[in-house]
Nanobody, 125 residues
Framework: QVQLVESGGGLVQAGGSLRLSCAAS????????MGWFRQAPGKEREFVAT????????RYADSVKGRFTISRNNAKNTVYLQMNSLKPEDTAVYYC??????????????????WGQGTQVTVSS
């Protein structure tokens, strides 16, 4: 089992940047595929980005490709989401998630077993 705690959210102007962090408990962090998802008010939670256990393979939603970068530091049990060129439509609660059952990164929300509590990102126009 793993516990996830996100940080780094906040209020930023359009065009700005934020870096989200997700700290994981436990000694087996490197055995999890990690992902970021987001949920805007009135909308379903959606996939943002994911990466493999080693960090060598990544996948992104089309809406963030070229602007967001997911990475991980297995020695620090942490996964990051660097968000650049932010837009008002990026406003959402961002969640970190861990997938214990797959080797390759999945964009399917149902594949993720563990979730953080979320961190709010608000982008003003």
């Amino acid at each position: 089992q793993v516990q996830l705690v996100e940080s780094g959210g906040g209020l930023v102007q359009a065009g700005g940047s934020l870096r989200l962090s997700c700290a994981a408990s436990g000694r087996t962090f490197s055995s999890y595929v990690m992902g970021w998802f987001r949920q805007a008010p009135g909308k379903e939670r959606e996939f943002v980005a994911t990466l493999s256990r080693s960090g060598g393979s990544t996948r992104y939603a089309d809406s963030v490709k070229g602007r967001f970068t997911i990475s991980r530091n297995n020695a620090k049990n942490t996964v990051y989401l660097q968000m650049n060129s932010l837009k008002p439509e990026d406003t959402a609660v961002y969640y970190c998630a861990a997938d214990s059952g797959n080797y390759y990164p999945s964009i399917d929300i149902d594949e993720y077993d563990y979730w953080g509590q979320g961190t709010q990102v608000t982008v003003s126009s």
